[in-house]
């Protein structure tokens, strides 16, 4: 199962709402997961089965989606999200593949 | 607190041996599955496979099947990832990550990462 993401890279402001999308090249259910890495950190879980929030990050992400087309979601950017984003399916084991990355910018 | 604590970088030759590990605590190690992610400079996240410490079920990414071992020793609750003979091409950061007990629920914890170099 292959993951594109789309845009590969966004240029954002603080405040802005911004989409980012994940297209599975078969269907997954609900099987998605979100994560958020900044520069030379680990990645950081943000939202898993497609929509559900991991706890204690901030109410501003959100996700959707089922199947093939998946979004995430950041309702007003703040300073501290400016990262990159990446999805991954965890329906085909043992091949939990992984998107290309999205990097979002400060505009 | 639960964590995993990974091994410091490494700086190999191509052709060499190497054993990296992931020590995990503040949870029941046998009970969830431990991945591992590679980072090549400047790229992406890719999964290489996984393994499930409580009876070592390991599975791997068919573009790292032969060239990597995933092994656990759960007596001192610790993962790792191995390779027999190192290239340039595995120079990398290596994570490993928990996965919570339902697999649609994604990985929860990670590890640090381990720069791994390889270099004549």
């Known amino acids: 199962i292959q993951l594109t993401q789309s845009p590969s890279s966004l240029s954002a402001s603080v405040g802005d709402r911004v989409t980012i999308t994940c297209r599975a090249s078969q269907g997954i259910s609900s099987f998605l997961a979100w994560y958020q890495q900044k520069p030379g950190k680990a990645p950081k879980l943000l939202i898993y089965?497609?929509?559900t929030l991991q706890s204690g990050v901030p109410s501003r992400f959100s996700g959707s989606g089922s199947g093939t087309d998946f979004t995430l979601t950041i309702s007003s950017l703040q300073p501290e999200d400016f990262a990159t984003y990446y999805c991954q399916q965890l329906n085909s084991y043992p091949l939990y593949t992984f998107g290309q990355g999205t990097k979002l910018e400060i505009k | 607190e639960v964590q995993l604590v990974q091994s410091g970088a490494e700086v190999k030759k191509p052709g060499e041996s190497l054993k990296i590990s992931c020590q995990g605590s503040?949870?029941?190690?046998?009970?969830?599955?431990i991945g591992w992610v590679r980072q090549m400079p400047g790229k992406g996240l890719e999964w290489m496979g996984n393994?499930?410490?409580?009876?070592?079920?390991?599975g791997y990414s068919p573009s790292f099947q032969g060239q990597v071992t995933i092994s656990a020793d759960k007596s001192i609750t610790t993962a790792y990832l191995q390779w027999s003979s190192l290239k340039a091409s595995d120079t990398a950061i290596y994570y490993c990550?928990?996965?919570?007990?339902?697999?649609?629920?994604?990985?929860?914890?990670w590890g640090q990462g381990t720069m791994v170099t390889v270099s004549s």
């Open positions: 503040g949870y029941s190690f046998t009970s969830y599955w």
């Open positions: 393994i499930y410490p409580g009876d070592s079920d390991t």
């Open positions: 990550a928990r996965r919570r007990q339902r697999t649609i629920e994604g990985f929860d914890i």
């Open positions: 089965a497609a929509s």
